[in-house]
């Protein structure tokens, strides 16, 4: 079956930077675009960045763009997300998510577990 394991997260100062991996299993990982998507405290999801399943198309939500980098390793089954100058802002749970088809839909089938990430001094 399918499965998505978010990994990385943790506790960072201000500023610092941390990378977030998701290993996926159970479907040809290669032939979907994947997510990140967060939930800080108190509210509600919020999308922070698409890739699609080649790895050549990005997007980014305009509260990264310039910090956070989006990648995947389709010889790994592994998408990451690289986040520096992290912000108090950016305090939330990390989910990647499995798109439904090999460029950005907004439609997620399947979704981590997700993991923590607080940015604070």
């Known amino acids: 079956q399918v499965q998505l394991v978010e990994s990385g997260g943790g506790l960072v100062q201000p500023g610092g930077s941390l990378r977030l991996s998701c290993a996926a299993s159970?479907?040809?990982?290669?032939?979907?675009?994947m997510s990140w998507v967060r939930q800080a405290p108190g509210k509600g999801l919020e999308w922070v960045s698409d890739i699609n399943g080649g790895g050549g198309g990005k997007y980014y939500a305009d509260s990264v763009k310039g910090r956070f980098t989006i990648s995947r390793d389709n010889a790994k089954n592994t998408l990451y997300l690289q986040m520096n100058r992290l912000k108090p802002e950016d305090t939330a749970v990390y989910y990647c998510a499995k798109s439904t088809a090999w460029g950005f839909t907004a439609v997620y089938d399947y979704w981590g577990q997700g993991t923590q990430v607080t940015v604070s001094s």
């Open positions: 159970g479907f040809t990982f290669s032939s979907y675009g």
